[in-house]
């Protein structure tokens, strides 16, 4: 199978899927992690955003690279994500490029309003990807593919019907997420939060919730 998972931000698919993400690597699948958003304000004390876009673009890199797949570096703007022609567009040819069986992305119920809008836009574009007569710059997926939305950032007001048991790759999906050096520095500052120690809670309580030590935490869209 063919697995498209698309985050707001580079590091937002190691904190959520990450894990996920490794398994089904790892079992032959191709996979894809498509980055919305260049990340270009997240350094603490940096002063050029287009330096701070191409450290996390190569961070990004690194972390596809651990489990062999393949990095879409859309490039919109961090922090001035909008359900518009621009973003639709961009989401419908990362699609038609990726061509999936199944997606993976944000919800809309999430704390960022970048991850709510790529979910949004995720979910709106999926249709539209296979359409003939809606012309991009590259031909239509053959298929509609099917969507799960990732857990947000602290499981508010998100209820699973779905649970990956990763524990046998969570050190794999720590290794992934540490790729993302800068992003320490920018969580000290703004929230106090050490990263690995605030992933692995979360994928605890998941874990608990379904009877195993680490999980990750998934919705499937109906539709």
């Not at 899927?17 to 997240?42: F, K, R, V, W, Y």
């Not at 673009?57 to 022609?85: P, V």
Request: hydrophobic share 40%; net charge negative; charged share 20%.
């Amino acid at each position: 199978m063919r697995i498209l998972a698309i985050g707001a931000h580079p590091d937002d698919l190691e904190f959520q899927c990450g894990g996920t993400l490794a398994l089904l690597a790892q079992q032959g699948h191709s996979i894809t992690m498509a980055i919305a958003t260049d990340g270009g304000i997240g350094h603490p004390s940096a002063t050029c955003r287009s330096e701070v876009a191409e450290v996390r673009r190569s961070e990004a890199a690194k972390s596809a690279s651990l489990i062999g797949a393949d990095l879409i570096w859309m490039g919109l703007e961090d922090e001035w994500l909008f359900n518009d022609r621009q973003t639709r567009t961009a989401f419908i040819d990362t699609y038609r490029r990726a061509r999936p069986d199944f997606v993976i992305s944000h919800t809309t119920t999430d704390y960022h309003p970048d991850h709510n809008v790529t979910g949004q836009v995720a979910m709106d574009a999926r249709m539209p990807a296979s359409i003939r007569l809606l012309e991009t710059a590259l031909p239509p997926t053959p298929t509609i593919a099917h969507f799960f939305m990732m857990d947000n950032q602290a499981g508010v007001n998100f209820v699973p019907d779905v649970y990956v048991d990763i524990s046998s790759v969570h050190e794999l999906k720590i290794e992934m997420l540490r790729c993302h050096a800068s992003q320490q520095g920018w969580l000290d500052n703004f929230f106090g939060m050490e990263y690995v120690s605030a992933m692995e809670m979360k994928d605890r309580q998941r874990g608990a919730e379904c009877g195993t030590e680490f999980a990750e935490a998934f919705c499937e869209l109906k539709t």
